[in-house]
């Protein structure tokens, strides 16, 4: 299986700054088809379900705001929020979906 | 819109069974590709299996933890996927989300909580 470990586990950042998360893949995650990276971000609010932000590692999910970005390829990938805002606080996760059992990063919680 | 709603979550005994439901609307669910994600209390995320539309062959991959003792099915006719989950253990608690498959998961429904307790 695909391991994916993202890092830090927490992070403050004040607002208005740039938050960065990590994540590190066990495998390149390079699908065979389009030669795209194919690893998906998530935010998850506490009592709410995960929302997709980045899928194939760069691509803004519609409606995501463009302070978040997400950059990265072969085994290591970045998710940036450019300028923190107080809504932004939630654990964020990355997702391989290049081969079955898809898998999750331990997520990395994201304060103020 | 989009809309996924699941139900069927409750109490059960360890070594005992569920079937979870999924209601879908908003989107032409024959075409999907589906998966079932569950969060233990406080935990992360965790993949518990996809299944494919029938155009695609209608299979299903499962996580190690859940193989051979869950299954997904799904029911084009209703608009409904299905998780049926027997053996259960008390590490199976946790909230389930169904999601809809599409290079990452684009929608998710609020999450049923099965709790797995004697």
């Known amino acids: 299986d695909i391991v994916l470990t993202q890092s830090p586990d927490s992070l403050a950042v004040s607002l208005g700054e740039r938050a960065t998360v990590n994540c590190r893949s066990s495998q390149t995650l390079l699908y065979s088809s389009n030669h795209r990276s194919c690893l998906a971000w998530y935010q998850q609010k506490p009592g709410q379900p995960p929302k997709l932000l980045i899928y194939?590692?760069?691509t803004r999910e519609s409606g995501v705001p463009d302070r978040f970005s997400g950059g990265g390829s072969g085994t290591d990938f970045t998710l940036t929020v450019s300028s923190l805002q107080a809504e932004d606080v939630a654990v964020y996760y990355c997702?391989?979906?290049?081969?079955?059992?898809?898998?999750f990063g331990q997520g990395t919680k994201l304060e103020i | 819109e989009v809309q996924l709603v699941e139900s069927g979550g409750g109490v059960v005994k360890p070594g005992g069974s569920l079937r979870l439901s999924c209601a879908a609307s908003?989107?032409?669910?024959?075409?999907?590709?589906m998966t079932w994600v569950r969060q233990a209390p406080g935990k992360g995320l965790k993949w518990v299996g996809r299944i494919k539309s029938i155009i695609d062959g209608g299979t299903t991959d499962y996580a190690a933890a859940v193989e051979g003792r869950f299954a997904i099915s799904r029911d084009d006719s209703q608009n409904t996927l299905y998780l049926e989950m027997n053996s259960l253990k008390t590490e199976d608690t946790g909230v389930y989300y169904c999601?809809?498959?599409?290079?990452?998961?684009?929608?998710w429904g609020q999450g049923v909580l099965v709790t797995v307790s004697s």
């Open positions: 999601t809809h498959d599409n290079w990452g998961s684009d929608h």
């Open positions: 194939w590692a760069s």
């Open positions: 908003g989107f032409t669910f024959g075409n999907a590709w």
């Open positions: 997702q391989q979906y290049c081969s079955t059992p898809y898998t």
